[in-house]
């Protein structure tokens, strides 16, 4: 889909892209990643054209992106960047409107697409299309960067530190978000970063570039486990296993686990509770609302004395969280196994530690 | 500090104060004659001791509401005194010249003196205080605002102060200070037109390159240290001399003296403020927005016209705003070299030492550079986007 032939850029004498060539799949996630200066930034801007590279080729969908007008191509390539720039002046609405409007849509389908846009996001549309960028937190503002990228429906998307500028649980949220939007829409996306932890988590390919050469390009599993040479050995770090760990969702290795509800007989609970020291209690709508400790039992005569009642974003993990997370709270809070929430806060089953032992045995395999 | 102790709000008894002292100072002014020096008359002379007892209720109310700080009511009440301070003095006054008149000769003259000013500017002061305090009502403001001035309006032109020395002098002159008010707004309007366009080319030519921005601020900074009487002067060789070679330009009217070197002179003077604000407007615009404008697919002039201009356009017309402000002020000076306009009153009363011609025109001045700053002050806020005005 996108490919760069021997691309060189320099700036007088200092080279900033060094005879980089790379092909990037479509449908993919290419993460660029490398210390500052590495050219990563200078890359994906030559891509559409923001900089002219001093020589080599790059081509999108196998025509010389030097063949179209640099506007066109911007067009059909959305582009997403740290500091967001959204235009100040202009409503949520207008900013996310600006491309179809530079590409002559008509109104209707305009309004249409925005509205859309707004929910892909997650942001409701009618509380947020009329605001203006200073009434938005960074979070939103960074959404609604997004959004204008996506408005066209372009089959590219370049962004440039996306969630650069937003507090580390802020980026959480947009990284999921990220990972499922795409999951729907299949772009094939460009992301600059220089935050290890996101590129393993959203990349399909990581391309490791220092001092404008690419050093590797590989997936994520494969750049922890067969570093090209020392310093992407390095650049990986030593936790390099425990990274691994993000690349795996709660969702894969999730396993049922007993639970009661509040009404349950008391027997019904000896039972449960013969197999294992826990069990998990939920509501009658079977959400998660706390758990029983088997030595509590004898002193109790109905499962509501005998439940230990926790709030419920504390004491378990959504199952989109990454298995690293995971295990940072379980290590963290002294667990054994930790219980598993859906979206909704509906009891969804529990993690082990040996499960994840048995999980990154699997990868490491 | 101070305020603490005094419990009350310094403003409003700073007010106070100049109110009661303007009324133990020189009033009004009796001249036999134009020209003549007079004799100075205070408050009570002219508006006799009930008209002084009215005017000391009105000020102690004033002084009581100083330490009556909270709620609408009592700011209501300190812009309503004040502005009945404000035409209540007027009025006695103009009474007191027309009874003054009947018993003088007819050609005595009865200026305005110290005293009335002091009041003047002490009511202003107090309705400044009560604007502060009606902060979160504009309308209110408003109201305390401009209610004074209006009826002052409507005494002025249903003759009620006819009989001050000033209005005599604008009886005097009636034709000629209709002309020579709209040739002021003419030079002002004209200039600063001229101005305006080249300011803002220039300006955004500054933004566009290193090589240009220096010059071009040198020569607008430099211009603005230029004395505007040694300015208005200087252009007069040059143009002479340009009339003199080529006639046709005569047949025109560029001359030496006259519109045209006060048009110039002016035009120089509105650049700077202009092209400075121009500069810092364009400048201002984040260079991500620019970034994410062209990284769109906009083109350099879909950037200029959807982005920098809407996000400068305040700054600019602030830039108008004050250049607007300053000519008028400064073509008055223009009058020195036969271009007539307001300022021409001035220096006619300073030759004759007729203090109220020149106040003929000076206040003009002062009135049409307030209109013009409240005008262009609305204009800056209606094309100010909204996106840049809701910090919430």
């Not at chain 1, 605001?131 to 979070?139: E, F, I, T, V």
């Not at chain 1, 999921?176 to 935050?195: C, G, N, P, R």
């Amino acid at each position: 889909m996108i490919s760069l032939k021997k691309v060189t850029k320099n700036y007088g004498d200092t080279l900033a892209v060094n005879k980089l060539t790379i092909d990037i799949d479509s449908g993919e996630v290419c993460v660029i990643i490398g210390p500052s200066g590495c050219g990563k930034t200078t890359t994906l801007r030559m891509i559409n054209r923001l900089i002219d590279p001093t020589s080599g080729h790059i081509f999108v969908d196998g025509l010389d992106v030097n063949t179209s007008k640099p506007e066109h191509l911007r067009r059909s390539i959305g582009y997403a960047i740290q500091s967001v720039g959204l235009f100040p002046h202009m409503t949520v609405e207008e900013n996310i409107a600006i491309v179809p409007e530079l590409l002559h849509w008509e109104k209707n389908r305009i309004i249409r697409r925005t509205a859309e846009l707004l929910s892909l996001v997650g942001l409701n549309s009618r509380e947020y299309a009329s605001k203006y960028p200073n009434q938005l937190s960074g979070g939103e503002a960074q959404r609604i960067g997004v959004a204008r990228a996506l408005a066209a429906n372009p089959p590219i998307l370049l962004m440039d530190e996306p969630f650069g500028a937003v507090d580390p649980l802020t980026r959480e949220r947009l990284q999921a978000q990220f990972i499922h939007i795409q999951q729907e829409l299949k772009k094939t996306i460009i992301l600059v970063t220089h935050d290890l932890d996101e590129a393993i988590r959203l990349a399909d390919r990581i391309a490791i570039m220092y001092a404008g050469e690419l050093v590797q390009y590989d997936t994520p599993e494969a750049i922890l486990s067969r570093p090209a040479n020392k310093f992407v050995h390095d650049f990986v770090g030593t936790d390099r296993a425990l990274k691994r760990l993000s690349r795996i969702s709660i969702k894969d290795i999730v396993k049922p686990a007993p639970s009661v509800s509040i009404n349950t007989p008391m027997d019904e609970v000896y039972e449960a509770c013969k197999k294992c020291r826990w069990v998990w209690v939920v509501d009658n709508d079977r959400r998660l609302i706390g758990w029983i400790d088997r030595t509590n039992l004898p002193k109790a005569s109905s499962v509501k004395e005998a439940v230990v009642m926790g709030n419920r974003e504390e004491i378990a993990v959504t199952n989109n969280a990454t298995l690293r997370e995971t295990l940072s709270r379980m290590l963290g809070q002294g667990l054994k196994s930790i219980p598993v929430i859906d979206d909704n806060g509906h009891f969804v089953g529990e993690v082990a530690l040996s499960s994840i032992e048995a999980a990154t045995a699997e990868t490491e395999a | 500090m101070i305020r603490r102790l005094v419990a009350g709000d310094s403003l409003n008894i700073t007010g106070v104060a100049i109110g009661l002292i303007s009324l133990y100072t020189g009033w009004l002014t009796l001249k036999p004659n134009r020209i003549s020096s007079g004799v100075s008359l205070s408050f009570h002379e002219i508006a006799g001791w009930p008209g002084l007892a009215i005017i000391l209720g009105l000020w102690f109310v004033c002084f009581s509401l100083s330490y009556f700080r909270k709620g609408k009511l009592p700011a209501l009440i300190l812009g309503t005194a004040a502005n009945l301070i404000l035409v209540l003095s007027f009025v006695f006054t103009g009474l007191a010249a027309t009874r003054l008149l009947g018993v003088e000769a007819p050609n005595a003259r009865i200026s305005l003196g110290i005293g009335f000013w002091m009041t003047f500017v002490a009511t202003y002061i107090m309705i400044f205080a009560s604007r502060q305090r009606l902060d979160n009502s504009p309308s209110l403001r408003h109201i305390v605002s401009w209610t004074g001035v209006v009826v002052l309006f409507f005494l002025l032109i249903n003759g009620w102060f006819k009989d001050l020395s000033v209005l005599q002098e604008f009886s005097g002159y009636e034709e000629r200070f209709i002309q020579e008010l709209l040739h002021h707004v003419f030079l002002v309007g004209i200039s600063v037109a001229i101005g305006t366009i080249i300011g803002i080319m220039l300006g955004t030519w500054a933004t566009r390159s290193k090589r240009t921005e220096k010059p071009i601020f040198f020569i607008a900074n430099i211009t603005q240290t230029v004395p505007s009487l040694a300015l208005f002067g200087l252009l007069i060789a040059p143009l002479s001399a340009l009339s003199f070679t080529f006639p046709s330009l005569r047949e025109i009217g560029i001359r030496g003296v006259g519109d045209t070197p006060a048009i110039i002179a002016l035009t120089i003077y509105s650049l700077l403020p202009i092209v400075r604000n121009t500069y810092v407007g364009l400048r201002q615009v984040d260079t991500a927005v620019i970034d994410a404008g062209i990284g769109v697919g906009m083109s350099r002039t879909q950037v200029f016209r959807k982005i920098e201009v809407p996000l400068a356009a305040p700054l600019v017309l602030e830039g108008v705003r004050t250049a607007l402000v300053q000519s008028v002020g400064l073509a008055a000076v223009a009058a020195l070299i036969g271009a007539g306009g307001l300022g021409w009153f001035i220096f006619q009363g300073l030759g004759q030492a007729a203090t109220d011609m020149i106040l003929l025109g000076a206040i003009p001045i002062i009135v049409m550079a307030i209109i013009v700053d409240a005008i262009m002050r609305t204009m800056v806020r209606l094309v100010t986007p909204e996106g840049l005005t809701e910090g919430n």
